[in-house]
Antibody
Framework: QVQLVESGGGVVQAGGSLRLSCEAS????????IHWFRQPPGEGLEWLAV????????FYADSVKGRFTISRDNSRNTLYLQMNTLRPDDTAVYYC??????????????????WGQGTLVTVSS | QSALTQPASVSGSPGQSITISCTGS?????????VSWYQQHPGKAPKLIIY???LRPAGVSNRFSGSKSGNTASLTISGLQADDEADFYC???????????FGGGTKVNVL
């Protein structure tokens, strides 16, 4: 079955860095577009970044552009989120999610079929 | 870009129907027939329950239905059950640099 497992969360001081991983299994990872989201404690969901199936196309939310970097290693079935210059308001549960499949050159599906269980990042001031 | 607007909470008794609204603009909800809805129980990951405004993934109860009129999408839960008590989020493509907008979330209370 499809599984996405995030790891790498923890407590970090403001200004520090952290790298999150999202290990995928149960599907052909290299065929899918994957996204990162976050959810601050007691708050709603926020989209952060997306990476195409081959890693060549990437977009970021304005809130993280220039500080966060999304990447993937299709040989390891793993997605990454490098987070630099962290701030207390980056404190959240971070989720990876798989976008529903669409063939290259066709319209994106724009919805998220499978989500990981999340990993908590706490940025202390 | 502003988040989509949802009511903070909606309540209903078992067996009743409730509707959650999700209001955006003509740049997002009104522009694309691509609204999706997610259910999130406490401490759990979001779960897709509606996509492309009205479609249900395999395995999702037909008690969940979606619709859209203009810039407002809606999720209706019929035959409300205790397990429906959760947070519900709407989502739309924002049309800008492939970004996405979520609603602030609606807590469904089953009385």
């Amino acid at each position: 079955q499809v599984q996405l497992v995030e790891s790498g969360g923890g407590v970090v001081q403001a200004g520090g860095s952290l790298r999150l991983s999202c290990e995928a299994s149960g599907f052909i990872f290299k065929n899918y577009v994957i996204h990162w989201f976050r959810q601050p404690p007691g708050e709603g969901l926020e989209w952060l970044a997306v990476i195409s199936s081959n890693g060549n196309t990437i977009f970021y939310a304005d809130s993280v552009k220039g500080r966060f970097t999304i990447s993937r290693d299709n040989s390891r079935n793993t997605l990454y989120l490098q987070m630099n210059t962290l701030r207390p308001d980056d404190t959240a549960v971070y989720y990876c999610a798989r976008e529903a499949y669409y063939a290259p050159g066709t319209s994106p599906t724009w919805y998220f079929e499978y989500w990981g269980q999340g990993t908590l990042v706490t940025v202390s001031s | 870009q502003s988040a989509l607007t949802q009511p903070a909470s909606v309540s209903g008794s078992p067996g009743q129907s409730i509707t959650i609204s999700c209001t955006g603009s003509n740049s997002d909800v009104g522009r694309y027939n691509r609204v999706s809805w997610y259910q999130q129980h406490p401490g759990k990951a979001p779960k897709l329950i509606i996509y492309d405004v009205t479609l249900r993934p395999a395995g999702v109860s037909n008690r969940f239905s979606g619709s859209k009129s203009g810039n407002t999408a809606s999720l209706t839960i019929s035959g409300l059950q205790a397990d429906d008590e959760a947070d519900f989020y709407c989502c739309s493509h924002a049309g800008v640099r492939s970004s996405y907008l979520f609603g602030g979330g609606t807590k469904v209370n089953v009385l």
